[in-house]
């Protein structure tokens, strides 16, 4: 069964960048769609990125475009969210996700994705 564990969050300044990344065990993340989500205190969970099961394409919400960038390694079953230009909007609990096939590539709905990370911090200071 696909386990999923989130690394790479901690306290950066603004204008810092952080490497998150989301490794698999228990399964291959090979063909699963993955995003990462993020929900900061008081906040509704929300989608900051995916990328397709077949590796293909990517995709970004407009506050991180230019700035985050997401990426897939096959050979150690892993998703990097790579983060650039930190702000303090930024701040959250980042979580990756992972539903199999690319039927809900492109969604951030939650429910759409099965599997899910414990999700690690992201602090951005002023």
């Known amino acids: 069964q696909l386990q999923l564990v989130e690394s790479g969050g901690g306290l950066v300044q603004s204008g810092g960048s952080l490497r998150l990344s989301c490794a698999a065990s228990?399964?291959?993340?090979?063909?699963?769609?993955v995003a990462w989500f993020r929900q900061a205190p008081g906040k509704e969970r929300e989608g900051v990125s995916c990328i397709s099961g077949s590796g293909g394409g990517t995709k970004y919400v407009e506050s991180v475009k230019g700035r985050f960038t997401i990426s897939r390694d096959n050979v150690k079953s892993t998703v990097i969210l790579q983060m650039n230009s930190l702000t303090p909007e930024d701040t959250a609990v980042y979580y990756c996700?992972?539903?199999?096939?690319?039927?809900?590539?492109?969604?951030?709905?939650?429910?759409?994705?099965?599997?899910w990370g414990q999700g690690t911090q992201v602090t951005v200071s002023s």
């Open positions: 228990g399964a291959s993340l090979n063909y699963y769609t």
């Open positions: 996700a992972a539903v199999w096939g690319d039927y809900y590539y492109g969604s951030y709905a939650p429910q759409d994705y099965d599997t």
